[in-house]
């Protein structure tokens, strides 16, 4: 028994539209000299991508978000914040530990006071 006019119909259109496409413009290729497109964008350190959640880029250098250092006798988060001298250096505390964003010359309610350690 044949197919019903319609359903053969339908097959028919979707089958030369089909051909069509593919014999005029051929399987679907990226046009030369394209990139590639990402959901995201994507940030730059240097000349390296890198995934802001797991790395900070400090002076063009991938470090892990954990990364901690020693400010004298503090420890800090070298991504979300710097160690500062404080002056004038004969203080009980020359070294200070703050926010990144924070200027080292303005003293802040969030700034640790460090001793040196020798």
């Not at 005029?24 to 290729?29: D, K, L, Q």
């Not at 978000?65 to 009980?92: A, H, I």
């Not at 200070?96 to 303005?106: T, W």
Request: hydrophobic share 30%; with cysteine.
């Amino acid at each position: 028994m044949p197919p019903p006019p319609l359903l053969s119909t339908a097959l028919s259109a979707a089958l030369c539209l089909l051909k069509l496409l593919c014999c005029t413009h051929g399987a679907p290729v990226s046009p030369s000299g394209s990139t590639l497109m990402l959901c995201q964008a994507q940030m730059m350190c240097g000349n390296q991508f890198y995934d802001p959640q797991q790395h900070c880029c400090l002076k063009d250098t991938l470090v892990p978000l954990g990364d901690t250092r020693r400010c004298g006798s503090c420890s800090y988060r070298v991504c979300f914040e710097q160690c500062c001298d404080r002056w004038p250096p004969e203080q009980k505390e020359p070294l200070m530990v703050k926010l990144n964003v924070e200027d080292c010359s303005i003293p802040s309610p969030g700034d640790r006071l460090c001793q040196s350690v020798s």
